[in-house]
Each structure stands twice: as structure tokens, then as C-alpha cells.
């Protein structure tokens, strides 16, 4: 019963580095979601897919970027990390206006 | 654009003391609301879900109200314990958001024994 899966849980880069966080599910949910969550600003969404080979931006897109190329998977990437891009990073899935579950987070220091 | 605003940002209540938690949020066109909980390093665990024609919903010692023409939800807590110390959160879906949830920053819980 694992629901979201978020790898890794911490990683530290250096500036201009690049990366990419997972996020997997096995509840067959169609729409998945990445945030992040910093102090004083709370939970901003980031992108989201609403299906297999869908991807649409959130609040907070710039420097970010995601594919979902299976169901089950929703991948973020950092092209060239930012010190600002520090944050705790969290995927969630849902079916449409369902709850949605969340992954225990990824947190990643940048340099 | 949807704001959601929680208040207080923290609470200190004594042990099972009843508590009550608030939300607004400036757009009424929302579909649902949602309350999750979230302890320190976690993610979140979603604890209630009000949809936009419902009034209330329950779970145990969880009471969430919706008030969606003045804007507002509560939840309470009834019979406080000090396993009900974390940060909970507020959300709404707004109305032809593709399901998107706009989160309140949140009220820290600290329940002491």
C-alpha cells in the first residue's frame, strides 16, 4: 500500500546543476500535481497533469519542468538549479476532485 | 485569483480543550474544500472533504463546516489531545481549475499535555 512515492527524500546541488525528482503512484489516479512548500508562502503548485502525456503550469512554473510519460509517473526537472529553487518538494495525485495524496516530500538545498 | 487565509497562524490550547480552526477564501465559485493535516517532515494527509453543495462533514472528532456565500469553513476539534499537535491546512478547488487546490499557509496546533 505504498500510494505516492517521492525520490529522493533529500539532495543538495550546487548552483546550475541539474535534477530530476520522481514521483510515483499506484492508486491509478489520473491527475498528479507537484508543489512546493516554502516558510511564509505555503503550498505552491508548480505544474500538473490531468492524464498520461498531459503537463500544464501552475503558479509557479519558471525553471521548472515535468513530463508524464506513464500513467503512474510524474517527473520534475531542474535544468540549472537556483539557491531560490530550495524548498521542500511535494507530489500528489488524485482522481479529479478527490482528496488528494500526498508523497512525504523531497527536500533539496541548492548552494 | 482565489486567496484562502487561515486564522490564527498558531494556537496553544491545553489538553482536551474544544478548538476551532478558520478559513476564508475570496472566490465563492468553489467546487469543493478540503482540511489536511500535516506533521513536521510529512506530507500531508487529507482529514476532510466539504463538497460545494454540503454544509458539514464529520469524522470522529472532526467537525468542518462550509459557509460558501460568506466565504468561510471552520473545523473543530472536539476533546483535544496532544496527538492533535500539527499544522492544518485549508484548500480549496475553485470552479473550472482542472481540480487545482489553493492552499492557506495554515494554523500550527500545539495541544500540551
Known amino acids: 500500500n505504498a500510494g505516492v512515492t517521492q525520490t529522493p527524500k533529500f539532495r543538495v546541488l550546487k548552483t546550475g546543476q541539474s535534477m530530476t525528482l520522481l514521483c510515483a503512484q499506484d492508486?491509478?489516479?489520473?491527475?498528479m500535481y507537484w508543489y512546493r512548500q516554502d516558510p511564509g508562502m505555503g503550498l505552491r503548485l508548480i505544474h500538473y497533469?490531468?492524464?498520461?502525456?498531459?503537463?500544464a503550469k501552475g503558479e509557479v512554473p519558471d525553471g521548472y519542468n515535468v513530463s508524464r510519460l506513464k500513467k503512474q509517473n510524474f517527473l520534475l526537472g531542474l535544468e540549472s538549479a537556483a539557491p531560490s529553487q530550495t524548498s521542500v518538494y511535494f507530489c500528489?495525485?488524485?482522481?479529479?476532485?478527490?482528496?488528494?495524496?500526498f508523497g512525504d516530500g523531497t527536500r533539496l538545498s541548492i548552494l | 485569483k482565489q486567496e484562502v487565509t487561515q486564522i490564527p497562524a498558531a494556537l496553544s490550547v491545553p489538553e482536551g480543550e474544544n478548538l476551532v480552526l478558520n478559513c476564508s477564501f475570496t472566490?465563492?465559485?468553489?467546487?469543493?474544500l478540503q482540511w489536511f493535516r500535516q506533521d513536521p517532515g510529512k506530507g500531508l494527509t487529507s482529514l476532510l472533504l466539504?463538497?460545494?453543495?454540503?454544509r458539514e462533514q464529520t469524522s470522529g472528532r472532526l467537525n468542518a463546516s462550509l459557509d460558501k456565500s460568506s466565504g468561510r469553513s471552520t473545523l473543530y476539534i472536539a476533546a483535544s489531545q496532544p496527538g492533535d499537535s500539527a499544522t492544518y491546512l485549508c484548500a480549496v478547488i475553485s470552479g473550472g481549475s482542472n481540480y487545482k487546490l489553493t492552499f492557506g499557509k495554515g494554523t500550527l496546533l500545539t495541544v500540551n499535555p
Open positions: 466539504i463538497q460545494s453543495s454540503q
Open positions: 472566490d465563492s465559485a468553489i467546487y469543493n
Open positions: 500528489a495525485s488524485s482522481w479529479g476532485g478527490r482528496p488528494q495524496h
Open positions: 497533469s490531468v492524464g498520461e502525456g498531459t503537463t
Open positions: 492508486m491509478n489516479h489520473e491527475y
